[in-house]
């Protein structure tokens, strides 16, 4: 059974940073991606950023450009998110996603982390 616990987040003012984490397990479990999703009160979620799990590449959403960075740790099965610069548009719950085939769809999701930035 595979899981995506999610962590790190919490009140920050606008300006500030965070760094959300994101461990995943499974015995077999080997991701090909895992990405970072939003999805403020009201809205669809909404695609942040997604790391290929064997090469590190990544890409973003044009909205954190410059401001987030994904990263992986391989032997600590985590991901993470560090979120610098933070605006109050950055509010949403945060959620962690994981892909066993690049070009698939998203198998698994974690239980989301609530990010609250304050003007």
């Known amino acids: 059974q595979v899981q995506l616990v999610e962590s790190g987040g919490g009140l920050v003012q606008a300006g500030g940073s965070l760094r959300l984490s994101c461990a995943f397990s499974g015995r077999t479990f080997r991701p090909a991606t895992m990405g970072w999703f939003r999805q403020a009160p009201g809205k669809e979620r909404r695609f942040v950023a997604t790391i290929i799990w064997g090469a590190g590449f990544t890409s973003y959403a044009d909205s954190v450009k410059g401001r987030f960075t994904i990263s992986r740790d391989n032997p600590k099965n985590t991901v993470y998110l560090q979120m610098n610069s933070l605006k109050p548009d950055d509010t949403a719950l945060y959620y962690c996603?994981?892909?066993?085939?690049?070009?698939?769809?998203?198998?698994?999701w974690g239980q989301g982390t609530q990010v609250t930035v304050s003007s």
């Open positions: 996603a994981a892909k066993t085939s690049v070009l698939g769809s998203w198998d698994y």
